[in-house]
């Protein structure tokens, strides 16, 4: 077992993919649901600590959405470099590149308040560019990190995850990687989707909720980028 490598499980963006961050005269919102990301991204997704520069920890495997696991919104596995106690129960906050983002302003000097807005709320395009391992994220709602000891890929690891009896959504990610993955990172990652297939766990579907709760008091977006 190694023992200081662990396998999760994350929330990459719900359904609607809601998001906002809070200033003292500023409010930016966004909005990147899961049907705006294309079906490939990077085959090179890193995981970071809290976002900060220099603390990649592992990288992204395998991308899952549709009605394959949760209530429709996107889901990673991943491997680290990090014991499975440490990060179990943080939440995934996602690095994002996408063409919106709206702007909601109010200058408190005036008298009247008033508010501007401009900006666009809803995405077409959206590209997962990382993934920080945060306390608190900025989703409106999120679910918490899932652990394992071990790596999924090695075959001494699996023995010992697969006798936790985890989520079908790891098997399916277990089915999926290639022989090399451990040694090879592949030029994209698929986006998949096993509600096309007829492969979706009924009663993974109706309790992928359970773990659903609000992200408590801050509601800022820690990591946004809009493009052109």
């Known amino acids: 077992m190694t023992e200081n490598r662990s396998t999760l499980l994350l929330e990459v963006v ?3 993919g809601d998001a906002c961050w809070r200033g003292l005269d500023r409010v930016e919102l966004q909005s990147t649901p899961a049907h705006t ?12 600590v809290a976002h900060q520069p220099g603390t990649r920890i592992g990288v992204v495997d395998y991308l899952e959405s549709g009605v394959g696991h949760g209530d429709g919104g996107i889901y990673a596995v991943a491997v680290v470099d990090v014991a499975a106690e440490l990060v179990h129960g943080l ?15 109010r200058h408190s000097y005036r ?11 809803t995405a077409t395009r959206s590209t997962l560019d990382g993934v920080g391992l945060v306390a608190r994220t900025a989703g409106v709602t999120s679910t918490r990190v899932q652990a394992w000891r ?3 890929r090695d075959p001494i690891d699996w023995g010992a ?12 990610a277990k089915a999926a990687a290639r022989y090399d993955l451990r040694t090879s990172r592949p030029h994209k990652l698929r986006i998949h989707r096993p509600a ?9 579907v109706r309790s ?12 800022g977006v820690l990591a946004v980028r809009a493009s052109a």
């Not at 990301?37 to 970071?48: A, L």
């Not at 992928?208 to 509601?219: D, H, I, K």
Request: hydrophobic share 30%; charged share 30%.
């Open 14 to 16: 719900d359904s609607a």
């Open 37 to 48: 990301f294309d079906e490939w991204q990077s085959g090179d997704i890193p995981v970071n």
């Open 91 to 105: 939440f995934a906050s996602p690095e994002i590149t996408c063409d919106a983002l709206h702007v909601q302003e």
């Open 111 to 121: 008298l009247d308040r008033r508010r501007e807005s401009f900006g666009t709320l």
């Open 150 to 152: 071990g790596d999924y």
């Open 161 to 172: 995850i697969v006798s936790r009896r985890p989520p079908e959504i790891l098997l399916r």
């Open 196 to 204: 096309d297939h007829g492969v979706v766990d009924e009663l993974e």
């Open 208 to 219: 992928g909720r359970v773990e659903l709760r609000t992200t408590g008091w801050y509601p």
